[in-house]
């Protein structure tokens, strides 16, 4: 067969913003072939009844009770069998933590090459995205079927007019031991204040500019009144001040919220690569030289012990008492 097979991750019934992104490529690479999901675990029926608005013609769902927690090994195998039995032209996943995880496996495990985070595929050329975004590289794809990821805010998750409801089938893959030996034992909450940074709206950062943890208290106050998440760069993370979980960049959390603010904050490409997705950046820094500026829409050029209250101040004036 031709067409596309697409992993969709989703919580329940809900499903990832970042998978129906990559839905579109999904869609561009299938150029009017079926697009077929593979949905794991708890939910999946219902969040495939979803994916027809998003070009899906039928859905699988993989049930087990066994993959109830996360197991990327599990994941691939569920992935592998479809793959075997369709024979896809390609198979695509978002390019988040997940997708690029159970992507590598099904690579090894059928000695296929993978190209992560795509924005373009045309015939067996991709164009990637590397070095934390600072990159775009043209590749050849030599392997069939092409193995995919999509790269996270890079496109809309668009829909499709007029589209039917998929046709949903359940399977059960034949699970070994070995794969699900790992998998998700425990969940921590990321949530600062009800708010958790990838899905923030905005996002109240800070770096070394705010000179220890309990300089975080003036970031946390604006945040509360913004209805924000706090995000803080690696020199934060380093210095034991902030949790990894609150690092945004390369090797942190890749955001995209209406609003970033950027408190004493020097604009290092790695931090850029995680807040590049914003649609606006306010930078506070006292030095008019920092790199942030370049990527900056606004600027507020003092000491952010003074400008950061003061929009609080102001925030809460406006609000009224
Ligand atoms: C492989 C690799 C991966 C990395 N991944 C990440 C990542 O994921 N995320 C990340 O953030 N970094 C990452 N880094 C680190 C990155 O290169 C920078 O070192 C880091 O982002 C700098 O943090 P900063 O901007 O807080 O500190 P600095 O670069 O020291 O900047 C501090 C800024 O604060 C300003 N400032 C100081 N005092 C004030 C004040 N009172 N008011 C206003 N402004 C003030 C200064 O003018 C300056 O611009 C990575 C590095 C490597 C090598």
């Known amino acids: 067969m031709t067409g596309v097979l697409i992993l969709v991750e989703h919580e329940g019934a809900g499903v ?21 999901a593979l949905l794991v675990g708890e939910g999946g029926r219902d969040a495939a009844a979803l994916l027809g608005a998003y070009g899906v013609s039928s859905a699988y769902v993989a049930e087990d009770d066994r993959l109830a927690a996360y197991a ?8 592998i069998e479809l ?19 159970v992507m590598s496996h099904v690579a090894a495990r059928r000695d296929l090459p993978f190209a992560a985070n795509c924005t373009h595929v045309d015939g067996d050329t991709v164009t990637r995205v590397r070095w934390g975004g600072t990159l775009l590289e043209e590749a050849r794809v030599h392997g069939t079927p092409a193995l995919l990821s999509v790269a996270p805010h890079m496109m809309a998750a668009a829909t499709v007019n007029g589209a039917d409801a998929p046709a949903i089938e359940a399977f059960t893959p034949a699970l070994s ?28 950062s800070g770096g ?6 309990e300089g975080f208290a003036i970031l946390e106050e604006l945040a509360g009144l913004l209805g924000a ?13 902030r949790p990894h979980t609150d690092q945004v960049g390369q090797t942190g959390t890749k955001i ?6 950027a408190c004493g904050i020097s604009g290092a490409t790695q ?51």
């Open 83 to 101: 793959m075997e039995s369709l024979e896809p032209g390609a198979v695509v996943a978002a390019g988040s933590n997940r997708g690029n995880e």
């Open 208 to 213: 070394r500019g705010v000179g220890s943890a």
């Open 72 to 79: 990327p090994g599990a994941w691939a195998q569920c992935a």
């Open 16 to 36: 990832d913003e970042l998978s129906l992104q990559a839905l579109t490529l999904a869609r561009d690479v299938a150029g009017g072939d079926p697009v077929i």
């Open 271 to 321: 931090h850029i690569a995680g807040c590049k997705g914003a649609k606006k950046i306010l930078a506070i820094n006292s030095d008019a030289e920092a790199p942030i500026l370049s990527s900056a829409d606004y600027a507020v050029i003092g000491d952010l012990t003074e400008i950061v209250p003061a929009i609080t101040a102001e925030l809460r004036k406006a609000r009224g008492p």
């Open 177 to 204: 031991d070995a794969e699900l030996a790992v998998r998700v034992s425990e969940h921590v909450s990321t949530v600062t204040a009800g708010v958790s940074l990838a899905d923030a709206k905005v996002v109240v």
């Open 256 to 261: 995209s919220p209406d609003l970033y603010i």
């Open 229 to 241: 998440a706090v995000g803080c760069s690696r020199v934060v993370t380093s210095s034991g001040w």
